[in-house]
């Protein structure tokens, strides 16, 4: 299958700081990317889908301005938390969609605000 | 909107036998495709099994099959000789075929265990 990865893997932050997760189609060019957020033993919430060279589409409720959304190319897209607060601390997962349709998801990373 | 509706928060089975995971989805469109996601511990999502509306046979993956009822909108899991690597949680989750959307709806997830 198709590999997706997301660095980092884990991350501890500061309250108020950034921080910036990666999301890369390793083999694959992919048209869309997905970002979801997941809370201890509940299910993935979809929080936008970004495709390439276009601005993402946020789930209502979704902050944008909190969680910036860059789609740079057809095998990257980064997801921004801007001045992390503890209630953001979560494990958050992105997901690639190939030509074929087929999603294929990233290992995840969880996020720590202190 | 669609939504996925998994009833079985937990489930258990002895290693080697067979248990089945509920999932009911609600939607207006005729053609989509559903889908079984496993989550183990290291919290990579895995694909498990796929299943096309339009498809009237029931997917099966070695082990994984699928119970297909369109008209009560019910995709069920079986999983057979259940092994110990099988304990996860387990999402299904619901898909639109056409337009632009390939956006995922997903259940609440049941979690499996799986006892020696």
């Known amino acids: 299958g198709a590999v997706v990865s997301q660095h980092p893997s884990r991350v501890i932050c500061k309250s108020g700081t950034s921080v910036k997760i990666e999301c890369r189609s390793l083999?694959?060019?992919?048209?869309?990317m997905f970002w979801y957020r997941q809370f201890p033993k509940q299910s993935l919430m979809l929080m936008a889908t970004s495709n390439e060279g276009s601005k993402a589409t946020y789930e209502q409720g979704v902050e944008k301005d909190k969680f910036l959304i860059n789609h740079a190319s057809l095998t990257l897209s980064t997801l921004t938390v801007t001045s992390a607060h503890p209630e953001d601390s979560s494990f958050y997962i992105c997901?690639?969609?190939?030509?074929?349709?087929?999603?294929?998801f990233g290992p995840g990373t969880r996020l720590t605000v202190l | 909107a669609q939504t996925v509706t998994q009833s079985q928060p937990e489930m258990s089975v002895q290693e080697a036998e067979t248990v089945t995971l509920s999932c009911t989805y609600d939607t207006s469109e005729s053609d989509y495709y559903l889908f079984w996601y496993k989550q183990p511990p290291s919290r990579q999502m895995i694909l498990v099994i796929r299943q096309e509306a339009y498809k009237q046979q029931n997917a099966t993956e070695n082990r994984f099959s699928v119970n297909f009822q369109k008209a009560a909108k019910s995709f069920s899991l079986k999983i057979s000789d259940s092994q110990l690597g099988d304990a996860a949680m387990y999402f299904c989750?619901?898909?639109?075929?056409?337009?632009?959307?390939?956006?995922?709806?997903f259940g609440k997830g049941t979690l499996l265990t799986v006892n020696p």
């Open positions: 083999d694959f060019q992919a048209t869309t």
């Open positions: 997901s690639a969609r190939r030509r074929s349709n087929e999603q294929f």
């Open positions: 989750a619901y898909r639109n075929s056409g337009g632009s959307n390939y956006k995922l709806t």
